[in-house]
Every structure is written in C-alpha cells, then in structure tokens.
C-alpha cells in the first residue's frame, strides 16, 4: 500500500508546478503556496531553452507535450556572435531542426497551472515561516494566517527559499556578475534593423569587460542584458532605475567606443529596466536528508544563467520527485532517493555554469563564447550525420 503524505509546495514555478501536475496526474493531491497575487503580476522573464533530455521529458510526463508544441519556437534556436566593433563572428541562423527550442516563460506557466484542478494554487501566500509541529510534520505560517500540517513541504521557492534554512546553512552567493535588463517591443515592426541584427535566436556581444545578450522573445519582443563585471553594489550606487532615460544615457556611456548599431539595442529599449545581481549556491550543494522537508530547481542549486540549465533541472526535480513519491511505498524513502540522485545529477551542470560564470567578460571570453558555440553547430551537425546514415543503413 503506497502511503500518500500531505503535501505543501512552496513556489508556483515551473519546477513546483510540474511536480504538482505529475502527482497529479499519479492521484497525489498537492497545494502550492505562491506569494504572488494572480499569475500575471508580475513578468515571468524572458524566453527559455527547453532540453530534450530534461525540460521536455518533464513535461511529457505530466502529458503536456502538444501544449508545449503550441507554444514552442522551433524557429527561434539560432544564435549570433559579435564583437564590440559589430564584426559578426559566428551565426547559426538555421537551427530549427535543433532540439532546443524557445517558450516564453510566461506561456509555459499558463500550460502548467491551466492542467492543475482548480484550487490547487493558492496565490497571495508569501511565506514567513516553516515550523515543527513536534510529531514530524509541518505548518507553515504566512502574514496573516498559518496552514498545515503537512507530511512533506517541498522548496520551490528560488533563490531565497525560505525552506532552505531548515537544511543547510549555505546562502547563494554573489558571482560577481551583474545584468542590466532592458526590452524592446514590437522590434519586426518598430525596429527592423534590430530585428534583423539579433536574427531568429540570440545575439551575443563581448569586448573591453562589457557584454550584451539579447534573446527574441514571442510577439516580436527582444529582451536583453547589458553585462557588467563589477561589486554587488554597483548597479544601486551607478544607475538610477526610476529614471529609465538617465538610466540608457549611463548604460550607453558604459560601452563607450561599441558600435553604434549595438548601442542602437539600448536606446531603442522600453522604460522597463532593472537590476540583476546573478548568485550561485556553492558547486555540490546538498543537506542531509530531513524526513518532512526538501527541495528543488533554484532552492536547492541556483547556478548562474549562462548553462541554460536552472529552469530546465528543475523541472526535471520535479518530474523525479513525483515519480519517486509515486513509485514507492514509503515516500519518506521516496525522498531520500530523490535527493540523492538529484545531487549527482545537478552536480556536472553546476560545475559547468560555474565555470562559463568566471570566464564571462574575462580576456578570454569572447574567444570561449566563440568555441562554445562552434562545438553546438559541430555537435548536431554530426548527430545529423549519424541520424541520416543509420536511416541510410537501415534502408539498405
């Protein structure tokens, strides 16, 4: 008989949501608690790469795959490389036959929450506070009311996890890397040259310790970052954010000597700018396993963006979590399991955005980015290769 816990997330993201809808879909009831009023108060971020091997297989398992495919870009997975002078040094314009491709983060929250039954997310509930009820469980106190208890509360909460205390004493830390975000609408319409210069996909820039990234996003909107090297206070002391023209007039003073038509991205942005102070949880970051407690995606392993890895493991957490949780009798051991194989699985991809967070803006990076996504072209152009002559073998 497979015992069936009361179970709290903490988070209504992509990682806590796919938990909740595989348990689902297993006859696990689950709440999610999300601190946020409704699902669109506030941006969801900008466009993201889903895995084959991770990402998607997660939202196969919660039966979501033709949702995804509505909302996918297979057309936008290209890529370019400039330098500072607007030399063009890599593009990969014909890569929507990769298997990585683009959803905005904001659609791929609406499939999720709209495959949960109704009530099972319970918005405006920030979280102060886990406490032990002193028999093994759990509640969880909010700013006006306290719920529970649960069996088993899952963090799923991000950077700043107010579950993390509860098992380990590590804090995320600063990389030392900053972004500035900035948006542009309607670029095919308003900003064709723009449109153009970024392609179907992402445009990267890089030189004198500055870089721009900046992603197609769907409805024809580009959002970027303007990438600094600097003190975790910098942005607070050099940018003034209420003032969105004081604050394109610093950015573009900041890459003094670009090209012009790369500045072009920033003064042609919308007056939505913010600050992005990128953290990391240390490489290897685990706990030891609290019967009641645990976490997933960011909570558990917040790494910096540049492996494209955060949104994709957590979904995948939470895929794993689930099938354990429904798989065995003892969710308590369930758990446990989970935990132990995540720490392995996440352990390479950490190490890896760890590593592309210390060699970005370095002297080197440019060079690095360029091998980087030379080894992405040669990489599917032999999968390709192989696909087409085992088709060829088997034909014959």
Do not use: C
């Not at 558990?300 to 939470?318: E, I, K, L, Q, Y």
């Amino acid at each position: 008989m497979v015992s069936r816990p009361r179970i709290a997330i903490i988070g209504a993201g992509p990682g806590g949501l796919t938990l909740a809808r595989i348990l689902h879909l297993a006859g696990i009831a689950a709440t999610v608690f999300e601190k946020e009023t409704h699902a669109l108060e506030r941006p969801q971020g900008g466009t993201l790469d889903l895995h084959a091997d991770d990402g998607q297989l997660a939202l196969r398992r919660a039966g979501l795959e033709a949702e995804f495919r509505r909302i996918a870009r297979f057309e936008d997975q290209g890529s370019r490389l400039y330098d500072e002078h607007g030399t063009l040094l890599f593009a990969d314009d014909d890569a929507a036959d990769a298997d990585r491709p683009e959803v905005d983060r904001t659609a791929l929250r609406e499939i999720l929450l709209a495959s949960l039954p109704v009530g099972s997310v319970q918005w405006g509930h920030a979280l102060h506070e886990v406490l032990p009820a002193g028999d093994g469980t759990f509640v969880l106190r909010f700013e006006n009311e306290t719920k529970g208890p649960f069996d088993l509360v899952v963090g799923a909460d991000g950077t700043w996890s107010r579950v993390r205390p509860l098992l380990s004493a590590y804090q995320p830390q600063y990389t030392g890397i900053t972004f500035i975000e900035f948006g542009i609408d309607d670029a095919d319409a308003r900003h064709p040259a723009l449109a153009a210069l970024v392609g179907r996909g992402k445009l990267g820039a890089e030189g004198g310790g500055r870089g721009l990234i900046v992603q197609r996003n769907g409805n024809a909107h580009l959002r970027g970052y303007a990438i600094f090297r600097v003190p975790a206070d910098w942005a607070d002391k050099t940018f003034d954010l209420a003032s969105p023209a004081a604050t394109r007039t610093r950015l573009i003073d900041e890459f003094a000597g670009w090209a012009p038509r790369l500045l072009d991205l920033i003064r042609a942005s919308n007056d939505l700018l913010a600050a992005r102070a990128i953290h990391a949880l240390p490489v290897g970051h685990h706990w030891t396993n609290r019967p009641g407690l645990t976490m997933l995606g960011d909570a558990a392993h917040v790494m910096s963006p540049f492996g494209g890895d955060g949104v994709n493991m957590a979904m995948f957490d939470g895929a794993e979590l689930a099938r354990h949780l429904a798989e065995k009798a003892d969710w308590r051991e369930a758990v446990r399991i989970y935990e132990q194989e995540m720490f392995a699985r996440v352990a390479m991809p950490a190490a890896h955005a760890a590593e592309a967070v210390a060699t970005e803006l370095s002297h080197i990076g440019l060079e690095l980015s360029l091998q980087h996504m030379q080894g992405h072209l040669a990489a599917r152009a032999n999968l390709a290769a192989g696909v087409t002559a085992h088709g060829d073998a088997a034909r014959g």
